[in-house]
DNA sequence: ACCTGAACACCGTTCAAGT
DNA sequence: ACCTGAACACCGTTCAAGT
């Protein structure tokens, strides 16, 4: 199927909201990117799709632009902000027990809703440095919700730190998806953590 | 700088060795990109580097291989026998009290010379079918050997199971590298080992 | 200030032709 | 059977020109 012919790529709703006025700003574009890659997968985010849902052409781009991954770095600033509110919400239900946080962040963890826009985000983490420190704040923000819980539970503050690192680094491994292993069944969390947090 | 001239791209030595005649075989093509791999990262192995190590042309390449993810998955073929054997052997030190084991399975983790081939091919495995389906199939052999030792160390085969589990995820998580926290070192995965296995 | 449209370089893939 | 070398399509990037 050739490129500029042939009916709508995937199924393209509005041509992307423009936030102010009628000409495109920087945040705009990361929400038409983000949603292309919602919609279909890390591969369909590229100049010529995310343009299309944009409703301009390539040149456009890079006067927002300096490349594709100031694009992704915006994405990951988008999303990040956006995962750190939803986190923070969960970690000031000060008055929920600290085991009863970390059994809701560890559900929302496992709501894969949120999975393919995280594993594609560590993907480019990889090559694209600025990306790679965003998700490396959003580890460590992660990580002292999870050790505060733990520290007052545990009361030892290495054991805290330590088995924080240990659940984090799982939940890491997890969001990275296609592990082989069997998606672990809510009952089988209950278990883990009557076992890591004290009984 | 242009691509048939020039000096030598990275530190390229011999160029590479055919397993049998003069001609290559597929393993061959394998190993030489294997080799690009370690030592000059992901980005670095695409069709030009990689014929240029193996010494031929590109056509060449493609009497071989299907496209570039068959080379992937010959690549991850090779390198997940290796990994396999050598897991064998530290899960075979049967005579070894199982928590030894694991700490030894660990401390292989935490070796960071496997680390870059193990990422990229997670990497592959995200768009390559076949690659992802070696890398489940290695990952729930790896599930096994911790299980094992785990059902040994505690009796209790929910538990074993179920800590099995976050272990490995945490191994992956941790494999994948770019986490923001900060490496665990030896004294605390002592510590971390003591509070997951019995005392 | 923001966008178009054509150009260029690069890389994956194909294929007819060689030995 | 295995390899060469030229061709093509595609995609990221640049840039002169428009409004």
Redesign the pocket.
Known sequence: ???GEGPATSAASAPVR?SR?????ADDWAAAALEVLVADGIAA????TV?KRA??????????F????ALHAAMAERWIAETREVLKQLGELDRLPAAERIHAMTMHLLDDSNAGVERALREWGRTEPTVAQMIAEGDRFVFSLVEGALLELRGNAEEARVLAGLLVYAGIGFAHGQAGLPKPTAEEIEKLLSLVLPA
């Open positions: 199927m050739a490129v423009r006025g009628s000409r495109l700003t985010v590229d100049i010529n343009c409703g301009v052409t390539r040149g456009s781009f890079y006067w927002h300096s490349d594709l991954g």
